[in-house]
T-cell receptor, first 112, second 110 residues
Framework: DTEVTQTPKHLVMGMTNKKSLKCEQHMGHRAMYWYKQKAKKPPELMFV???????INESVPSRFSPECPNSSLLNLHLHALQPEDSALYLC???????????FGPGTRLLVL | GENVEQHPSTLSVQEGDSAVIKCTYSDSASNYFPWYKQELGKRPQLIID?????GEKKDQRIAVTLNKTAKHFSLHITETQPEDSAVYFCAGNTGNQFYFGTGTSLTVIP
């Protein structure tokens, strides 16, 4: 399996909702990432997990909460989001640096 | 951290012509430079990469060159085809953190 998968593909949520994004890879990669991408902009790094431990948090607001239950799974818990958080959320995985990052298809999030 | 600049932001070429996209980086410790292609509504996909111990790498119609002294690297696409139309992102690294350029929207005109 050479793919990174993400669910759901689309998500609409209100500002008071709690939801979670899920990411899975079965390539044996030990690093996993969350990116946020706005339209016509590059992916913007949010979090990095190495060996299931959070190694980098790029000053992301606490309404985004990452979790890495095991080496294959990565979650992003969302709570009290703002409309400006609407974006494409991409998950990626790689062997440890510096190696190619493989991206999932993303979750397109709309916050109303 | 790393700062990656990318030019041009948009590029239109006739089918069959060549396209060149250039990036500069700031962190002299960066040692891995991937290029990603992102089609509309799709995920970024790696098309080619280069490490700092190599000056040039080629894969069919795609090549990347790296000048470590000047801290810049370039993507070259020859014999462009309409399916090459997409947004291309370069990236530089600090460890396993990638810093992406701002992207180049390439349009290949049939």
């Amino acid at each position: 399996d050479t793919e990174v998968t993400q669910t759901p593909k689309h998500l609409v949520m209100g500002m008071t909702n709690k939801k979670s994004l899920k990411c899975e890879q079965h390539m044996g990669h030990r690093a996993m990432y969350w990116y946020k991408q706005k339209a016509k902009k590059p992916p913007e790094l949010m979090f990095v997990y190495s060996y299931e431990k959070l190694s980098i948090n790029e000053s992301v607001p606490s309404r985004f909460s990452p979790e890495c239950p095991n080496s294959s799974l990565l979650n992003l818990h969302l709570h009290a989001l703002q409309p400006e958080d609407s974006a494409l959320y991409l998950c990626a995985s790689s062997q440890l640096a510096p190696e190619t990052q493989y991206f999932g298809p993303g979750t397109r999030l709309l916050v109303l | 951290g790393e700062n990656v600049e990318q030019h041009p932001s948009t590029l239109s070429v006739q089918e069959g012509d060549s396209a060149v996209i250039k990036c500069t980086y700031s962190d002299s410790a960066s040692n891995y430079f991937p290029w990603y292609k992102q089609e509309l509504g799709k995920r970024p996909q790696l098309i080619i990469d280069i490490r700092s111990n190599v000056g040039e790498k080629k894969d069919q119609r795609i090549a990347v060159t790296l000048n470590k002294t000047a801290k810049h690297f370039s993507l070259h696409i020859t014999e462009t085809q309409p399916e090459d139309s997409a947004v291309y992102f370069c990236a530089g690294n600090t460890g396993n953190q990638f810093y992406f350029g701002t992207g180049t929207s390439l349009t290949v005109i049939p």
